[in-house]
């Protein structure tokens, strides 16, 4: 395996139920296979004070896609539209430089083994 040469790390933190379809859509019209997502819980910074418990945390989806950096603008404007970040509670996004990344590749064919 070949490491990627210049590869950046987008990472965006969305409301529970939205990831799945961002990953769909990536692998799909972007032909990405580096995206994943994780479960987490949180509160925005414009949670009222009187909603701020423990208790009152509310399920966040923590999206990560590896990009070459040659496509990373793109693909940070894309996860942007599509995930809908811009609305109000939509989540955030950002993204860095990674010092080092492995291509991932599925194979062609998978054998049978009987």
């Known amino acids: 395996m070949e490491s990627l040469k210049e590869a950046k790390l987008i ?15 990536l692998m799909h019209e972007k032909l ?12 925005g910074k414009l ?6 418990g423990v208790g009152e945390q509310s399920e966040k989806e923590m999206l990560t896609v590896v990009v070459e950096e040659s496509q990373a603008d793109d693909i ?5 539209d599509i995930a809908e970040i ?8 950002y993204m860095q430089r990674l010092l080092q ?5 599925l194979p062609e064919t ?3 083994e009987d």
């Open 11 to 25: 990472t965006a933190i969305l409301p529970k139920g939205t990831s799945l379809d961002v990953v769909d859509k």
């Open 32 to 43: 990405l296979t580096t995206a994943n997502f994780n479960y987490a819980r949180g509160m």
């Open 47 to 52: 949670t009222p004070a009187k909603y701020r």
């Open 76 to 80: 940070f404007e894309y996860i942007f």
């Open 86 to 93: 811009n609305r109000p509670h939509g989540g955030f996004i």
């Open 101 to 105: 990344s492995t291509e991932y590749t």
């Open 110 to 112: 998978v054998r049978d």
